[in-house]
């Protein structure tokens, strides 16, 4: 007899060595989602000047969206998982389930019901003979926009923006939780409405031209976007599906100067702070993907007259602060996968690049010619990390370009 503790069975030798023996290499399942969307949109704009300083403008739109969604799942090569089998077992505690995947290739028993154990799936369950479900979603809203901007002089001037933004609500569909025969929903995919998400920006912004002599350009912004059932992705299993993560707050401000000393020699210079937070839910407290808090960066365009020419020398450099490359910050606790995540190390400090482009242009010629390297400091980062392979406890790390050379030719018509 089968002994069990928890999710753990004790198998007597002879069956354990029954079942191991009628474990396949060759398995597959496949997941399939389908969607059909229409989508009609109108939409009005008008902006007008209230004095010969002040324009103000303003806009709204209206969408309606019609949606199928669909989802197919399916044990293919007329092969069932026999270790899906076993795990549903320790599950359910059915000894009756572990004595017929001991019988003589239990895996390749036809699927259907006069075969007593059903088609359990190791990393999904599949519908009712691998069919596609569908359902439809009916979803309309209108969005809007307010802007003002005014003179101060004649190179100086400020401006605020409010907007209204909204993506559409999602049909999210998901694989059945059994497969058929196993339960009276087995085989029955699940669809689940995540609500519009909505996004109150707003904006105010100084920008500046011929100061100093007119010699320096400064513009500077602040903002501040508050969400509403924020849509994002989490893992069931190895299937991803949208869901709603609820209020979300992004602020901060953005600089940017050009700074001409000479004729021949463009500094320029940016910053961006941008604090982007969920605030309730299982996200509370994270960081959303890939969005470093903060970004400068920095270089020089120098021109040069050589050869009957000009030759431009543009060295730059960029920075960012640490970013997570999902919205769960990589935390084990959220984790979703197949196999435990127990480590937070999808994550990537800051880094900065340096890069170089030297170009050279003939006078009165049409063409160019450009030599480039990037990544000079040859700095070791990853672009990405996670993905579906963070399912099997194995992420997937997508690593930036190390230094890089080229050249390139340019022609003008």
């Known amino acids: 007899m089968a002994a069990s503790s928890g999710n753990t069975i004790l198998l007597p030798s002879a069956q354990a060595q029954a079942i191991a023996a009628n474990l396949r290499s060759g398995y597959t399942e496949i997941v399939t989602n389908s969607a059909d969307l229409q989508s009609f949109d109108v939409f009005a704009d008008v902006s ?29 090569g007329g092969q069932r998982s026999v270790l899906g089998s076993v795990l549903a077992a320790a599950s359910i505690r059915s000894a009756s389930l572990l004595g017929a995947l001991a019988a003589p290739n239990a895996g390749l028993i036809p699927f259907g019901a006069t075969y007593p154990v059903p088609t359990f799936g190791l990393f999904i369950q599949p519908t009712t003979g691998g069919a596609v479900q569908t359902q439809s979603l009916e979803d309309d809203g209108f969005t809007w926009r307010l802007t003002a901007r005014y003179e101060l002089d004649a190179n100086t001037s400020v401006y605020a923006n409010y907007a209204r933004g909204r993506r559409p609500a999602v049909l999210s569909p998901s694989v059945p939780t059994a497969p058929p025969l196993a339960a009276p929903t087995g085989g029955q995919a699940t669809f689940r409405v995540v609500d519009e998400e909505t996004v109150d920006s707003f904006e105010v912004g100084y920008k500046a031209a011929n100061l100093l002599d007119g010699t320096l350009r400064f513009e500077t912004a602040a903002f501040y976007y508050g969400y509403e059932n924020f849509q994002t992705q989490i893992q069931q299993g190895a299937v991803f599906i949208t869901t709603n993560a609820g209020e979300a707050t992004s602020y901060g401000v953005e600089l940017q100067t050009v700074w001409t000393p000479l004729d021949m020699l463009d500094v320029f210079a940016t910053y961006a702070y941008n604090r982007s937070r969920f605030d309730v839910g299982r996200f509370d407290g994270n960081r959303f993907r890939l969005s470093p808090d903060h970004q400068v960066s920095v270089g020089t365009s ?15 450099y960029t920075w960012q602060s640490e970013v997570f490359f999902d919205d769960n910050n990589d935390i084990p606790a959220l984790q979703g996968g197949l196999v435990p995540d127990r480590v937070q190390d999808e994550v990537q400090d800051g ?20 030599a480039f390297g990037n990544n000079l400091l040859d700095e070791q980062y990853f672009k990405d990390a996670g993905n579906t392979g963070d399912a099997l406890g194995l992420a997937t790390f997508i690593a930036g370009a190390p230094t890089t050379w080229g050249v390139g030719l340019s022609l003008r018509y």
């Open 48 to 76: 007008f000047d209230v004095t010969d300083r002040l324009e103000v403008g303003a806009g709204v739109r209206f969408t309606s969206d019609e949606k199928t969604s669909g989802i197919a799942a399916a044990v293919t």
């Open 302 to 316: 120098a021109r040069f007259a050589l050869a009957g020419g000009e030759l431009r020398v543009t060295p730059t």
């Open 351 to 370: 880094y900065g690049l340096l890069n170089l482009r030297l170009a050279f242009t003939p006078a009165d010629a049409n063409w160019s010619v450009e």
